[in-house]
């Protein structure tokens, strides 16, 4: 079941994302800080979305999304993640699905995704151009030297 992220998310939602292998510990504590920042100043009023993929009470995955400022209905897909035992069954498409239906839902058309171009982010970029998104480009060393930002977009509406 897909539900609203409540605060009390917050500490399994960070052990979730730190047991996934694919986010630095720094990572996890910038999440920390978007996720309090999120629920303490209402960041949903600036169009910003935290939903929780649960199950029997354990969240197995999230989505976190938001309009990109100054654009015209752009939307950035901040954070997705599914728990580590739980990858390979179709709960990120889920998600994915999930958040581009919400986007469509409030008019946005454009859906921008970054991750890293590392070898060890090759299954994640393979999962975006297997949901139907472009590889729109990359950055050459924009988190650190040799890792660099691949970009990935999905139109959501009409041209």
């Given at each position: 079941m897909i539900r609203p992220a409540t605060p009390?998310?917050?500490a399994a939602?960070?052990?979730?994302?730190?047991?996934?292998?694919?986010?630095?510990?720094l990572e996890v504590e910038t999440l920390e800080g978007v996720l309090n920042?999120?629920?303490?100043?209402?960041?949903?009023?600036?169009?910003h979305r935290a939903f929780v993929w649960e199950h029997d009470g354990r969240p197995l995955g999230y989505v976190y999304h938001a309009p990109e400022e100054m654009t015209?209905?752009?939307w950035y897909l901040w954070w997705i993640a599914v728990a580590a035992d739980q990858q390979g069954l179709g709960i990120g498409g889920k998600l994915l699905a999930f958040a581009e239906a919400d986007v469509r839902e409030l008019g946005g058309r454009l859906l921008v995704v970054e991750t890293s171009t590392t070898e060890h982010?090759?299954?994640?970029r393979q999962f975006y151009l297997k949901?139907?998104?472009?590889?729109?480009?990359?950055?050459?060393?924009?988190?650190?030297?040799g890792d660099g930002m691949a970009i990935f977009t999905k139109r959501l509406g009409a041209l």
């Amino acid at each position: 079941m897909i539900r609203p992220a409540t605060p009390a998310d917050t500490a399994a939602l960070l052990d979730l994302t730190a047991g996934t292998g694919f986010f630095k510990p720094l990572e996890v504590e910038t999440l920390e800080g978007v996720l309090n920042d999120f629920f303490a100043s209402n960041r949903d009023d600036y169009g910003h979305r935290a939903f929780v993929w649960e199950h029997d009470g354990r969240p197995l995955g999230y989505v976190y999304h938001a309009p990109e400022e100054m654009t015209d209905r752009t939307w950035y897909l901040w954070w997705i993640a599914v728990a580590a035992d739980q990858q390979g069954l179709g709960i990120g498409g889920k998600l994915l699905a999930f958040a581009e239906a919400d986007v469509r839902e409030l008019g946005g058309r454009l859906l921008v995704v970054e991750t890293s171009t590392t070898e060890h982010y090759e299954p994640t970029r393979q999962f975006y151009l297997k949901h139907g998104y472009t590889a729109a480009g990359r950055i050459a060393d924009f988190y650190a030297d040799g890792d660099g930002m691949a970009i990935f977009t999905k139109r959501l509406g009409a041209l």
